[in-house]
């Protein structure tokens, strides 16, 4: 049996906490437990509350009475821990992007390499999935999910392709999907091309976009001074969005000043320069190929 899930940098993240032992520190990103076990192993009568919105995480769950799991989604951090009467915390760890596991499952439609239904979902609760996106959304919108989610050049003609392939009959498998955009697929960037239009699938159905601004915003309330943000994104827009965030408290990076001109700053960038997984990890985890590394740590 294959592991649920392979932390990426997983020694940095944790080191990035800077973990004090009484501290109270949040994963908001539980999946296979790997970060959570390792923070566990460095408290001494602290606290970890974890998040995780995939109802498959639950079966990852660690027998720990300082294990506080929440199956939401991050983006109601700030609202559940005021649910358990907790106001700040030391640390906040996020691991963005799907895990390993929900990427080898081909019920959950979130690779290419297999066939299946195309649900993507995170939260299977959910009411939207691939499905609704492909087959109800209009061309125009579909277009635009493309190229802002994917980066994807010929994103207008990819959305008329699947108007027309729909027309004839409802598209709801992977297959049928990529029948119906195989004439749009570049044959020497193949993977990429693909990879690229099925994380603009997953980045819309699952709202990922405006659920990282919540959640980074929500830092703010949360974290006590002194207390670290760590952050392992994947794909551009989720670095730039944190890389914003970090310097300026804000996702669009727009600093504020006060009547002075003293800049609002609540963060010291302490990436200075993004960190990225070595050669060795790669070699064993590919997912770790596009992870990217930042911490700060509140000021104010």
Partial sequence: MSEYHIPVLLQESIDGLHLQPEGIYADVTFGGGGHS???LERLQGGKLIAFDQDSDAQANLIADDRLIFVRHNFRYLKNFLRFYNIEKVDGILADLGVSSHDFDQPDRGFSF??????DMRMNRSA???????????EVARLGLIFREYGEI???????????QARSAARITTVTAFLQAIDKCVPKKVEKKYLAQVFQALRIEVNNEMEALQ???EGTLDVLRPGGRLVVISYHSLE??????????????????ADFYGRLHLPFEVITRKVMVPG??????????????????????
């Fill in 127 to 137: 009411e939207k999935d691939a499905v609704k996106v492909i087959n109800e959304y």
């Fill in 37 to 39: 076990r390792k923070i």
């Fill in 153 to 163: 050049n010929n994103w207008s003609s990819l959305a008329k392709s699947i108007e």
């Fill in 113 to 118: 390499r297999f066939d299946g239904q195309l």
């Fill in 214 to 216: 919540r959640f980074l």
């Fill in 239 to 256: 670095d730039r969005m944190v890389k914003n965030f970090m310097r300026s408290g804000r996702v669009d990076g727009k600093t504020e």
């Fill in 279 to 300: 050669d060795e990890e790669i070699a064993v985890n590919p997912r770790a190929r596009s992870a990217r590394l930042r911490i700060a740590e509140r000021v104010m």
